[in-house]
């Protein structure tokens, strides 16, 4: 198949469809992908990258057409908007100059849903058939961000939604829950594919954690959604002397952490900045304790959480600080305990009881987390149910 990638974010960012579109290539596919210039998490362009005009680059055998964003997203709704309908633009004009002749088009989408806009332009101009990934749930995610609703936003929100569902003509989700806010806005079927573990060469980390203290430990983005303010107060409440609580990783609200940190006098909370994802395996396997917050919104609650298959391969208990689809998987599969995440005296008991429960039950967890790895995030598994069942001229 000829498969033209619709993507915001793509190599040399890290994200999965870099690895779905290295697994289409190995299979014998021509994939091209249309994307802006690398930026994230900072929001502003990578080295090596000017952001401005159209361009062109290879990567594996993939042709990469890229355009400009607008620098500085991460730091104001206002940005963060410019560049939502930038990127549509942009996207639009690339679309409109394409010159190779496609099978189909498939949206990956861990963004805005808007992402979708140039892929059904493509369907429009071209005659695609649009497949879209949906990894994150809107209207759900939009209010979760903080946008206020009013009657008119609503409204908006939903014929938005409900346009880019009805031209989309296959629906993959990463979350089960997904199904369920998607069928008020379609009556197709959606296909659950999952997340997967990112392929990565592990090697050691130049992290050390302490051998003498009970290591709970966070890796990831550091967001708003994480829940991380509540989870650093529940731990300073637990009064735990011989733990440390360990923060890998970088994001739009890591200043704001850090200062609940500081409001908390958390002494035993360590921040260890961003490391590269081939240091995660060795960060986590240091752990005694792998920590799972995020807040109790709609859709945040009903995402899968991304960092979940790192966890399972490290096979140490998970310390869910969560509702939702996350909370089923821990509970459901005996991989750790959980607790409220607006409680942080619920929060403060479960990081207690984690200690006791870590050194009982580390073999079944790490059976368990095996076990789904093998089945429910089999990558082989999910990219075949993906090729598979793709529309395609």
Known sequence: MNILVVSEVFWPEDFIIN???????????????????????????????????????NWESVKIHRFPFVEGYRDSKVSKFRNYFSYIQGGKKVVDNLKGKYDCAFVSQTGPLTVAYPALYAKKKYGLPVNIWTCDIWPDAVWGYGIRKFTLTETLLDKTIKSIYKGCDRIFVSSKKFSETIGRYTDKECIYAPNWLRPAENIESKIRLPENKVNFTFTGNVSRYQNLINTIEGFVKAGMENAQLNIVGDGSYLAEVKEAAARAAAKNVVFHG?????????????????????????????????????????????????NGAGREIIEENGLGLCANP???????????????????NVANVHDAAKKLLATRFNKTEIVKRITENLIVK
């Open 274 to 322: 961003r490391r590269p994802y081939n240091e995660m395996y060795d960060i986590l396997t240091q752990s005694q304790v792998l920590v799972l917050p995020l807040m109790p919104q709609k859709g945040i609650e009903k995402t899968e959480p991304f960092k979940i298959q790192s966890y399972l391969q490290a096979g140490k208990p998970i310390f869910g600080v969560l």
């Open 19 to 57: 690895d779905l579109v290295r697994e289409w290539v190995k299979m014998g596919h021509r994939v091209e992908v249309v994307t802006q210039y690398p930026s994230y998490p900072q929001s502003y362009v990578f080295d090596g990258y000017e952001n401005r005009g159209y361009q062109t680059e």
């Open 342 to 360: 607006t409680d942080t005296e619920a929060i403060a008991k479960g990081f207690n009881k984690m200690i006791a429960y870590a050194t009982e």
